[in-house]
T-cell receptor
Framework: DTGVSQNPRHKITKRGQNVTFRCDPI?????LYWYRQTLGQGPEFLTY????????KSRLLSDRFSAERPKGSFSTLEIQRTEQGDSAMYLC?????????????FGPGTRLTVL | AQKVTQAQTEISVVEKEDVTLDCVYE???????LFWYKQPPSGELVFLIR??????QNEISGRYSWNFQKSTSSFNFTITASQVVDSAVYFC????????????FGTGTRLTIIP
């Protein structure tokens, strides 16, 4: 059983460039989450999908951020016009199919460095 | 609003000693869920345990045990006979207001086991 996978694992970009990250959840999971983690902090919630529907977005998710889950399987997180403050680890998690399966299982993350 | 506090930023113990990681939470909801995650140096968050607010039974899993006390809003984690492989950052987290399924994390406790 494969876990959550994320690509790329590392991304270095220049300020002002656009970047896109991909997350593949555990195959039978219908819920998918994005979090952001900066050094020395716990992960902070960004957004959440149930199947293809984006149900909640944090106010941390500025207009430069957009997330999609077009077919209810993998998800992408795009950051437009990156800023140095966007440098962080971006974590994806998924959770199960029934209402009681709320444990979230995390991928290895994508570490973004904006120069 | 919900909040998780992990007052211990860093702990170091000698191998085979017991160690307790503290977690205090705040929520106005009567139904909520508490979690512990481990983040080893590799960076991937590993789910350890989930506890429901209506189940105050303590739990033991091998060398790990968890003490949930609603009266003090605490969910502490004890590692018995610590090992070097236990070195990691440990996060306590909370989901409250079921249906709003974002995890709220504490700032983590960095545990170092000295051989």
């Amino acid at each position: 059983d494969t876990g959550v996978s994320q690509n790329p694992r590392h991304k270095i970009t220049k300020r002002g460039q656009n970047v896109t990250f991909r997350c593949d959840p555990i195959s039978e999971h219908n819920r998918l989450y994005w979090y952001r983690q900066t050094l020395g902090q716990g992960p902070e919630f960004l957004t959440y999908f149930q199947n293809e529907a984006q149900l909640e977005k944090s106010r941390l998710l500025s207009d430069r951020f957009s997330a999609e889950r077009p077919k209810g399987s993998f998800s992408t997180l795009e950051i437009q016009r990156t800023e140095q403050g966007d440098s962080a680890m971006y974590l994806c998690a998924s959770s199960g199919t029934s209402g009681g399966d709320i444990e979230q299982f995390f991928g290895p993350g994508t570490r973004l460095t904006v120069l | 609003a919900q909040k998780v506090t992990q007052a211990q930023t860093e702990i170091s113990v000698v191998e085979k000693e017991d160690v307790t990681l503290d977690c205090v939470y705040e929520t106005r909801d009567t139904t909520y869920y508490l979690f512990w995650y481990k983040q080893p140096p590799s960076g991937e968050l590993v789910f350890l345990i989930r506890r429901n607010s209506f189940d105050e039974q303590n739990e033991i899993s091998g060398r790990y045990s968890w003490n949930f006390q609603k009266s003090t809003s605490s969910f502490n984690f004890t590692i018995t006979a610590s090992q070097v492989v236990d070195s990691a950052v440990y996060f306590c987290a909370l989901i409250s207001n079921f249906g709003n399924e974002k995890l709220t994390f504490g700032t983590g406790t960095r545990l170092t086991i000295i051989p």
